[in-house]
């Protein structure tokens, strides 16, 4: 059951993530990429990491896409046009990209242990109270610092847009 | 197997009420907000227009579905249906009452409880914004997108102070469950103030209720926050170039949106399907309240006003009278009660809900965004603070 609920959503995300790259309308990569986000909840929740699923459609798909959403419909950003590429593009892409892919899993596979490998079901400590004794005990510096670069980002942020409005 | 079958049929019972209730709930709303505006409101079609619902869904569905030539099709169709499947998801996770027995099979009376019940009801609102922004946008028709906009925008913006609101009650139960969530609110202090999360120790949520009120108005887009669709400027906002189904689609996420959050609001603050008052006193309360219902129509059944009010008021006054019996007969008592209890909470938020849009006019679109950011979003702030300490505090 977990299985064929892997291969679904797997194969969700990927055909969501090649389509966001070859649609030529930003709205529709949009859509897609949240169609990513979506099905990446889905696995962090098979993979027993609840507060992490809830986390990622409320913060990324719920939140920062709808951002996303609302700048391209406010520079009402049209179709990109083709431009005329050169043919050996093609002919030396695609063999560069199975090198590059083969490269990557070879890495993946040298530097993972394979005994790590996370099985359905098996972990358990997802939920919001392990989570947020994790963050308030173990990892407290870094979620403190990471608290901190945010509000420098929104402090940034509001200081451009005030220099515009001047 | 047994489970399987347990779900399918408590799935349909909740699909068949849900979809019942939102037909009746746009009775009500053009029923109440006429008797507010002096006017009758929908009386044409069966007894006090009673079957103006089911008129309206013929009228709707036989209607010709067109699509204007200058939309971007795809999105356009995907629109209505994203918003109308977003709306109805979060029903599979609200409890309307305890674990009961009904003929030998115990079973809560809930679809499913998960364990993140609360951010799940969070995560599928926050998405749901994309059926509105989608349709304004898909339309390619100014005032659409400036109405898709306008919610996008506004859902963003009143989402920060209706999480926080949400967080303050979360802290008193220390539970995400909608079932622990409404279990730690059972309870009298003194024997007769109920212990639910608006009057809880040692912080009452009374400002987290009202601020979740006013974020929930804003989030389901009503009066006095309905600038996505303000019909004086905008047409129809999002849902101008929209008929047929694809606008019942739309009509429909509205209003089951404003029963989640009426649901969510009494699980989280009114205490789910806890009485307000002690045991023996809370069963006799149906009773007491269909029984003067059913006084008064046959009171005004026999002095009637109108014609049609020598049938109907009868009619409706007898079968008060019935379900008054019904809620004598103590072995329902563990169904009924509980039930009773959510479903009177349920509609009266949702009946402030049409009080409110008969009462306030419609806010200026900077007026919206001042009040959420300067006002809404750093009161509910100081109110998580100041819950937390007290929580800290004192429950040890």
Known sequence: MSV?????FAVIAVVCGINLVIQRHPINSALSLIGVMGSLA????????????????????????????????????????????????????????AVFLGLVSFVIQALLPKSETVAFGQFTGGNAR????????????????????????????IVLARKEID | MN???????????VAFVLLTALAYLQWLERKLLGHIQLRPGPNRVGPHGLLQPLAD???????????????????YLLAPFIAVTLALIPIAVIPFGPEVNI??????????????????????????????????????????????????????SYELPLALAIASPLLLANSLSFRHIVGQQAGYYLGFIPRWAIFQMPFPQIFAFIIFLIAGFAETNRIPFDLPEAENELVAGYHTEYSSMKFAAFFMAEYCNMVIS???????????????????????????????????GLYHGLNPARRRDRFSLPITGIVSIIIALIFLIPILWPVI????????????????????????????????????????????????????????????
């Open chain 1, 130 to 157: 392990n989570i947020g004794h994790a963050l308030f005990t173990t990892y407290l510096l870094p979620f403190e610092l990471t608290s901190v670069l945010i509000l420098i980002a929104i402090v940034g942020a």
């Open chain 2, 103 to 156: 003929f030998g099979v115990k079973t809560w009376l809930q679809l499913t409880d998960l364990s993140i019940g609360v951010l799940f009801v969070l995560a599928i609102s926050s998405v749901g914004v994309y059926g509105v922004a989608l349709a304004g946008w898909a339309s390619n028709n100014k005032y659409s997108l400036i109405g898709g906009l306008r919610s996008s925008a506004q859902m963003i």
């Open chain 1, 42 to 97: 889905v696995l962090y929740l098979m993979l027993g990491a609840e507060f992490i699923a809830a986390a990622q459609v409320i913060v990324y798909a719920g939140a920062i896409m709808v951002l996303f959403l609302i700048v391209i419909m406010l520079l009402n950003a049209g179709a990109e046009g083709r431009t005329r590429r050169p043919s050996w593009g093609a002919i030396v892409g695609i063999p560069l990209i």
């Open chain 1, 4 to 8: 064929i609920l892997f291969l679904v």
């Open chain 2, 337 to 396: 009660i509980p039930l009773f209890w959510f479903c009177a909470k349920v509609v009266v938020l949702l009946f402030v809900f049409i009080w409110i849009r008969g009462t306030l006019p419609r806010f200026r679109y900077d007026q919206l965004m001042r009040f959420a950011w300067t006002f809404l979003f750093p009161v509910a702030v100081l109110n998580l603070l100041v819950t937390g300490l007290f929580v800290a505090v004192f429950s040890k």
């Open chain 2, 57 to 75: 869904v013929i009228k709707l569905v036989t209607k010709e579905g067109f699509i204007p030539s200058h939309v971007d099709k795809f999105f």
């Open chain 2, 3 to 13: 489970f399987f079958i347990i779900s399918l049929i408590k799935a349909a019972i």
């Open chain 2, 262 to 296: 009426a649901c969510v609001a009494t699980l989280l603050f009114l205490g789910g399907w806890h009485p307000l008052f002690p045991a023996p006193y809370s069963n006799a309360i149906p009773v007491l309240v269909f029984l003067f219902f059913g006084a008064i």
